[in-house]
């Protein structure tokens, strides 16, 4: 019953990008064109142009791009884009890193900032500092500050002094769903704003014979309720951080949810459903997901009952909710001027305000652009599902899963530790392991991985 992009199903995605790029020793950065080289880059394309496009999306998601590819192409006749969906994102990878070993990589591509990461040392990653840059060509300033300020930082790495090596698309944030109708049964009129009155409402829903949170165990939102006790997965020099007293306070409410029978792991990663088919059948009042699965459960509940979406509980209350934030980007491979430059202007496009409110209207993701918010169409748009509206007041709040500076990307979680995330996670929720010992090993995983990426 799930109808989502998987982000779990990038389990083997960085695993697989560094074993089939071992070959190219060395951290070395984009080279074509060089950093701030703005004479390198025409002022427009000189003859037709045909570049290819790799992504993800399927279904009413999938024609949304070619939808916005179609007006790209017919704003600039010069280009034709063959867009192409390649698989999930596991399989997009595997397929990137074959075809970059190849020599043969698609022009632009969906990406997640680790898997950019990767690819740069095949030394083809184009660098977009100098597109974003040049004028005529680039943003204007009023357009840069138009976009996220935490889309623009996540989609620079600082390991390639600050360089855009990717270009915010996507944007998604965890938040919490909830039955209103199995809550009012339980005598509760509004979501829970904090873990202590979020436990007090998992008592009264057990007490009717019906699951209080259906748990499904995912790094992001094991990192979403780390972040509202205050915690982070990593510091912000990029060191494992999972020792720290606030992860204790996580896992400990883990353990309090499960030792008190309301709470139960019902599946692991996005691509297990059962805590979102307990919450659609009614037998669970809240479920711990993206934002991203809000058109889902739309058309799965339909008019079961009364649901909605809600920041996560807090250690305390508070105006000012935090939650995890994730969602790949567009990034782009070098080839000839005139092949970089109509990838630039996909990109440029494709992140543009007018794209980014058809996109985000049509397929539930929430906009990468803050000026989308006052657009008349998503306006309406959110007035008729709540649930996105509200996840959209989330993401100025919200924390990327890793370490960002002042030039961008400091740190990341590699997957096999995400993985490890998971893993503990269930273990807990399962009640196969204590709080306190899973504190231990996971920062205990956590150093290890993190001092070997």
Same mark, same amino acid.
């Given at each position: 019953?799930?109808?989502?992009?998987?982000?779990?199903?990038?389990?083997?995605?960085?695993?697989?990008?560094?074993?089939?790029?071992?070959?190219?020793?060395?951290?070395?950065?984009?080279?074509?064109?060089?950093?701030?080289?703005?004479?390198?880059?025409?002022?427009?394309?000189?003859?037709?142009? %045909?570049?290819?496009?790799?992504?993800?999306?399927?279904?009413?998601?999938?024609?949304?791009?070619?939808?916005?590819?179609?007006?790209?192409?017919?704003?600039?006749?010069?280009?034709? /884009?063959?867009?192409?969906?390649?698989?999930?994102?596991?399989?997009?990878?595997?397929?990137? /890193? !074959?075809?970059?070993?190849?020599?043969?990589?698609?022009?632009?591509?969906?990406?997640?900032?680790?898997? /950019?990461?990767?690819?740069?040392?095949?030394?083809?990653?184009?660098?977009?500092?100098?597109?974003?840059?040049?004028?005529?060509?680039?943003?204007?300033?009023?357009?840069?500050?138009?976009?996220?300020?935490?889309?623009?930082?996540?989609?620079?790495?600082?390991?390639?002094?600050?360089?855009?090596?990717?270009?915010?698309?996507?944007?998604?944030?965890?938040?919490?769903?909830?039955?209103?109708?199995?809550? %009012?049964?339980?005598?509760?009129?509004?979501?829970? %704003?904090?873990? =202590?009155?979020?436990?007090?409402?998992?008592?009264?829903?057990?007490?009717?014979?019906?699951?209080?949170?259906?748990?499904?165990?995912?790094?992001?939102?094991?990192?979403?309720?780390?972040?509202? *006790?205050?915690?982070?997965?990593?510091?912000?020099?990029?060191?494992?951080? *999972?020792?720290?007293? %606030?992860?204790?306070?996580?896992?400990?409410?883990?353990?309090?949810?499960?030792?008190?029978?309301? $709470?139960?792991?019902? !599946?692991?990663?996005?691509?297990? $459903?059962?805590?979102?088919?307990?919450?659609?059948?009614?037998?669970?009042? *809240?479920?711990?997901?993206?934002?991203?699965?809000?058109?889902?459960? !739309?058309?799965? /509940?339909?008019?079961?009952?009364?649901?909605?979406?809600?920041?996560?509980?807090?250690? $305390?209350?508070?105006?000012?909710?935090?939650?995890?934030?994730?969602? =790949?980007?567009? +990034?782009?491979?070098? !080839?000839?001027?005139?092949?970089?430059?109509?990838?630039?202007?996909?990109?440029?496009?494709?992140?543009?305000?007018?794209?980014?409110?058809?996109?985000?209207?049509?397929?539930?993701?929430?906009?990468?652009?803050?000026?989308? +918010?006052?657009?008349?169409?998503?306006?309406?748009?959110?007035?008729?599902? =709540?649930?996105?509206?509200?996840?959209?007041?989330?993401?100025?709040?919200?924390?990327?899963?890793?370490?960002?500076?002042?030039?961008?990307?400091?740190?990341?979680?590699?997957?096999?530790?995400?993985?490890?995330?998971?893993?503990?996670?269930?273990?807990?929720?399962?009640?196969?392991?204590? =709080?306190?010992?899973?504190?231990?090993?996971?920062?205990?995983?956590?150093?290890?991985?993190?001092?070997?990426?």
């Amino acid at each position: 019953m799930n109808a989502l992009p998987h982000r779990r199903s990038l389990a083997a995605l960085l695993v697989a990008g560094t074993a089939l790029l071992a070959g190219a020793c060395g951290f070395s950065g984009p080279t074509t064109p060089a950093s701030g080289n703005h004479a390198a880059i025409p002022d427009k394309v000189s003859k037709p142009t %045909k570049i290819s496009f790799w992504h993800v999306y399927t279904g009413g998601d999938g024609a949304t791009i070619d939808a916005l590819v179609r007006k790209f192409e017919a704003a600039t006749p010069d280009v034709t /884009v063959q867009a192409q969906y390649v698989g999930g994102f596991n399989d997009l990878n595997k397929k990137v /890193v !074959s075809s970059l070993q190849a020599g043969s990589p698609p022009d632009v591509t969906i990406a997640y900032p680790p898997n /950019v990461l990767e690819y740069v040392k095949s030394k083809r990653v184009l660098d977009l500092t100098p597109y974003v840059d040049k004028s005529g060509v680039g943003l204007s300033r009023q357009d840069l500050a138009d976009i996220l300020p935490n889309e623009l930082r996540r989609n620079r790495y600082s390991t390639q002094d600050g360089a855009y090596l990717s270009f915010p698309f996507a944007v998604n944030v965890a938040v919490m769903y909830y039955n209103a109708d199995l809550l %009012k049964k339980a005598g509760i009129s509004s979501p829970p %704003k904090t873990w =202590p009155d979020f436990e007090r409402a998992c008592n009264a829903v057990k007490a009717l014979g019906k699951t209080c949170y259906s748990a499904n165990a995912n790094a992001s939102t094991l990192n979403a309720i780390g972040y509202s *006790f205050g915690a982070s997965p990593v510091t912000a020099d990029g060191k494992a951080s *999972f020792d720290a007293p %606030k992860w204790k306070d996580t896992f400990d409410l883990l353990g309090r949810l499960v030792g008190s029978g309301a $709470t139960r792991l019902a !599946s692991s990663g996005d691509a297990q $459903t059962v805590d979102q088919n307990e919450f659609v059948s009614g037998q669970a009042a *809240f479920i711990i997901r993206s934002s991203r699965a809000a058109p889902f459960l !739309s058309k799965a /509940v339909g008019d079961q009952f009364t649901w909605n979406a809600a920041a996560l509980p807090q250690a $305390t209350n508070t105006d000012r909710p935090t939650t995890a934030l994730y969602g =790949p980007g567009l +990034a782009a491979f070098t !080839s000839d001027a005139d092949r970089q430059l109509a990838s630039w202007q996909l990109i440029k496009f494709l992140s543009s305000a007018e794209s980014q409110a058809t996109w985000a209207k049509s397929t539930g993701n929430l906009p990468i652009r803050q000026s989308v +918010a006052t657009d008349p169409a998503y306006s309406a748009y959110q007035k008729e599902h =709540p649930a996105t509206a509200i996840s959209a007041r989330l993401v100025a709040g919200a924390q990327w899963e890793g370490a960002l500076g002042d030039e961008g990307i400091v740190a990341f979680l590699p997957q096999k530790l995400r993985n490890s995330m998971e893993d503990l996670e269930a273990g807990v929720l399962s009640g196969a392991i204590k =709080p306190d010992v899973v504190q231990s090993q996971l920062q205990a995983q956590a150093t290890q991985m993190m001092a070997a990426r």
